[in-house]
Each structure stands twice: as structure tokens, then as C-alpha cells.
């Protein structure tokens, strides 16, 4: 995990193997609101094994848990949200029911986010298993000591944005996997006003920070946040695509900036 400060924003990139992910997202917290944008395009990678090229395939990657004012984005090898291809959508690796379902309920979030927890290391784990028995170079590849995937979670607390993100990495010895959990919280972490995560891919977005220092004090979140996708959609259309989604949580509760039409409405 790298830290970059400019000007007033501060600014957490979670720097993990790019192969691993075919997602950007972006997500700013200041003291009114938390708003998070995402790429659209996803790849499938088989993991048994199969002949073929990866297929993409076109994500809502902004999802919201259950009927409450919790909202998430995830990057990485197990990817989540409705996945839409030509007859069919494809189930391996898609978390999304078990994510919302750790994230529903009533409670803080963090309370939340540690029954999360608890609830995709026993699920990993049985995946991870399955991996190594089925495909051994794949497990290796693509699972054995490489972050597996970030989580983005947006929420309210009495009525104030909380952002917390959570990092998976599989560790693997004789005795079976397991997992180091890397944990940012704001309020908690956060050492300025604003901060800014920013997880997946990384590269366009690092270069177009250097190139326009000046913009994180001049933008609006949202116009910051869409730049920075979009940069990176320009720079690694190999791996991320449009269109953006962005969505915008404040104290009166989340409402999308932009979306596309499979994103679902919020639910109140």
C-alpha cells in the first residue's frame, strides 16, 4: 500500500498485482460525504482450466446491501455484482450475495464489516481449497500469496459517511490457508480532511495524480472521482472500460451521480 499526499487530499492507493484485477475504483470521504465511482468491464478468467480467451463482460461493481445506507465496490479476483453476458451469467467467484449478506442488519458499521469478515475467510477458504485440488497452477497463479481482492465500504453512522476497506491475502502452509486482512477506517485512520482510496488499477491513476497535482483542491468529488476512472479507462483499456458509475452518500442517504442501466435503483 503506497500514501501520496497532495495538497490538501490525502490519498491511499492499495498497489496489488494488476493480472489480478480488471477493475478501478475510487472512492473520496470528507466530512459530508463519501463518493464512490467504478469501471464497467470485467474479465472471466475459468478456473478449471479451460481453453479459450478470457471473456469480458460488462459490471455494476457499486452494489448496495440489502435496503439500508451501506453501500460497496470490490476489486479483484472474485468479482461481484450482476455480470451480463449473451444467454447467461457466469457464477464462479461472485460474492456479491455473500457480501451483502455479512453487510445487512441492523448495528455500526463496523460491526458490520468484523460479521463480513468472519463470514468470506470460512467461504475463501473452501474456495481456495477447491482451487488447489482442482488446478493446481491456477491456485498458484492467481491465489497463493497475492491479494485475492479490496473491498470499498461506504455507510452511515448517525447519520455521518463512513468509509472502511478491507484487503485480502492468502497465505498458504502444510497446515491449510489462511488470510491477512489489511483494515483502513475513516473516521479512525484518516489524518486529513478528505481522503482518497483508490483500489484495483492503479497505473493511469498514478500518473494522472503527477500530471495534475493542482486538481484535488479545485475539483468537486465527483468530477475528481470520475477523472480518475476515466484516466485510467483511457490508459489500461486492456483491463478497465466504461461507462462510470458514481455514486454520492451524505447524510440524507445514497443516490447515484451516474449510473448504467443494470445498476439497480436504491432501495429505501
Known amino acids: 500500500m503506497r500514501a501520496l499526499r497532495i495538497k490538501s487530499i490525502f490519498i491511499i492507493i492499495f498497489l496489488v498485482p494488476s493480472t489480478a484485477f480488471a477493475t478501478s475504483i475510487v472512492a473520496v470521504r470528507n466530512t459530508d460525504e463519501v463518493v464512490i465511482g467504478a469501471d464497467s468491464s470485467t474479465t472471466l478468467t475459468r478456473m478449471d482450466g479451460g481453453a479459450g480467451a478470457p471473456k469480458r463482460m460488462e459490471k455494476c461493481k457499486i452494489v448496495q446491501a440489502g435496503d439500508g445506507e451501506v453501500f460497496f465496490a470490490a476489486a479483484g479476483l472474485a468479482g461481484i455484482g450482476p455480470a451480463r453476458m449473451p444467454g447467461r451469467i457466469y457464477p464462479e467467484f461472485d460474492l456479491k450475495k455473500l457480501i451483502v449478506r455479512g453487510l445487512e ?7 458490520k464489516v468484523d460479521n463480513l469478515e468472519k463470514m468470506l475467510v470460512a467461504n475463501l477458504s473452501q474456495i481456495a481449497e477447491k ?17 485475492l481482492f479490496t473491498i470499498i465500504i461506504a455507510g452511515l453512522d448517525d447519520g455521518k459517511p463512513v468509509l472502511m476497506v478491507r484487503t485480502f491475502k492468502l497465505n498458504v502452509s502444510p497446515s491449510g490457508p489462511s488470510f491477512d486482512i489489511a483494515r483502513f477506517a475513516c473516521p479512525g485512520d484518516c489524518r486529513t480532511p478528505s481522503i482518497t482510496i483508490v483500489a ?4 493511469g491513476i498514478r500518473r494522472y495524480l503527477r500530471q495534475n497535482a493542482g486538481l484535488p483542491s479545485k475539483a468537486d468529488s465527483v468530477t475528481f472521482v470520475r477523472s480518475l476512472v476515466e484516466f485510467e479507462i483511457s490508459k489500461s483499456p486492456a483491463s478497465v472500460g466504461p461507462p462510470v458509475d458514481i455514486l454520492r452518500l451524505t447524510g ?13 435503483d436504491i432501495r429505501r
Open 200 to 203: 484495483g488499477e492503479t497505473g
Open 105 to 111: 442488519g441492523k448495528g455500526r458499521i463496523k460491526g
Open 131 to 147: 482451487a488447489r485440488k482442482d488446478n493446481p497452477a491456477f491456485f498458484t497463479g492467481k491465489f497463493a500469496e497475492y491479494p
Open 252 to 264: 440524507n442517504g445514497g443516490q447515484w451521480v451516474q449510473k448504467k442501466s443494470i445498476c439497480p
